[in-house]
């Protein structure tokens, strides 16, 4: 299974391109599933047609999906609820069930809840040939292919202070003796302490990830225009990209006019040098406004990534 992400400024054409690049793929015979990210989905608009939050079949050898990003932040909420829940069984002091509705709006929930997404797809999707995924104007994807890295320092640093707590126990229980009865036991050995076990979970899972999002059968692709202001930003993506240490495999300066030549080149230079890293970059022909079926663009936007 190959995968690529088309991410870019608000109203770039991520979701236009991503879904010309789906259908292209399956044209050229790949089971190809089209999942958009952002949480404003405009796939059944594209396709004119209705895509529900489970994958369903649009022809012989492409799926769509809008993913129910409302439901995985939930589900995240709840199991971290429930895991806060039983971490601090021994005390009666938190109600966590009042947080809940906080929590659902905190800052990262969004993200976290996208990745959970993005897990399922990578585990259970394998069949497919390529996933192609739409995602969210710039911001919010930069953070949420940042949220493994960033996740596995903290978890790591987590470990390490659960360990010295784990020690510091050890130390205690080979003081006061192997049992007390009035006294709540409480783990000391790695293997049994559940909070390390859940840090180990989490930490294998993003780094999995992580791993993923690194691999060579995932591209990332920026999607601009042959403008000024979507010269800036994807400038930030590159740079946002680069800090992450994911390889940006292709650019596509979309709706892209003979007129506009001069500033496509000049936008072109400014985002890439004349060196050009390996980046696959393409002019996309703007589509006649009077077509409904933008996707069906004839321009090939797949070949840099078969
Ligand atoms: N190559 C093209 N030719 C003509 N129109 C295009 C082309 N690409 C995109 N468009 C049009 O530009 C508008 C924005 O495109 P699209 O919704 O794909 O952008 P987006 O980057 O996904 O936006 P958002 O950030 O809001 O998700 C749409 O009206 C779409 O039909
Ligand atoms: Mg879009």
């Known amino acids: ?19 010309t690049c789906a259908w292209q793929l399956s044209e050229h015979g790949y089971k ?10 405009n796939i059944a608009d594209i396709f004119d047609t209705q895509v529900g939050h489970k994958k369903s079949k649009f022809t012989k050898n492409l799926y769509l999906q809008e993913a129910d990003l409302d439901k995985a932040a939930s589900a995240y ?28 709006y905190s800052p990262g929930v969004e993200e976290y809840a996208s990745l959970t997404i993005l897990e399922e797809v990578f585990r ?9 995924f739409d995602t969210p104007p710039t911001g919010l994807t930069l953070r949420i292919l940042a949220l493994p890295n960033i996740s596995i320092t903290w978890v790591d640093r987590l470990r390490r202070i659960r360990k010295q707590i784990l020690e510091k126990r050890h130390t205690i229980h080979n003081i006061t003796g192997k049992y007390s009865e009035k006294g709540f036991l409480l783990a000391y050995d790695e293997k049994k302490d559940t909070v390390m076990q859940k840090l180990n979970d989490i930490w294998h899972r993003y780094v999995n990830l992580y791993k993923l999002l690194k691999g060579a059968d995932n591209s990332i692709a920026v999607v601009f225009n ?11 993506i590159l740079e946002g990209l680069k800090d992450l240490s994911l390889p940006l495999r292709a ?8 007129d506009l030549e001069e ?24 589509v006649a406004a009077a077509r409904r079926d933008t ?11 078969r």
Do not use: C, W
Not at 84 to 104: H, I, P, Q, W
Not at 124 to 132: G, I, M, N, Q
Not at 228 to 234: A, G, K, T, V
């Open 1 to 19: 299974m190959k995968t690529i992400f088309f991410t870019g400024k608000g109203g770039v054409g991520k979701s236009t391109l991503s879904a």
């Open 32 to 41: 190809t599933l089209l999942v958009s990210l952002d949480p404003a989905h």
């Open 77 to 104: 909420i709840e199991q971290n609820i429930d895991i806060l829940t039983e971490v601090y069984s021994y005390t009666k002091a938190f109600n966590f069930d009042t947080y809940f509705k906080v929590l659902r």
């Open 124 to 132: 259970t999707e394998t069949d497919f040939d390529y996933v192609v």
């Open 226 to 236: 042959p403008d000024y202001l979507s010269l800036r930003e994807s400038q930030r």
């Open 251 to 258: 650019a596509f300066n979309n709706k892209y006019q003979d």
């Open 263 to 286: 500033t496509a080149e000049e936008v072109e230079r400014e985002l890439f040098g004349t060196k050009r890293d390996g980046v696959h970059i393409a002019r996309v022909p703007l």
């Open 295 to 305: 996707y069906k663009n004839d321009f090939d936007v797949t070949g840099v990534f």
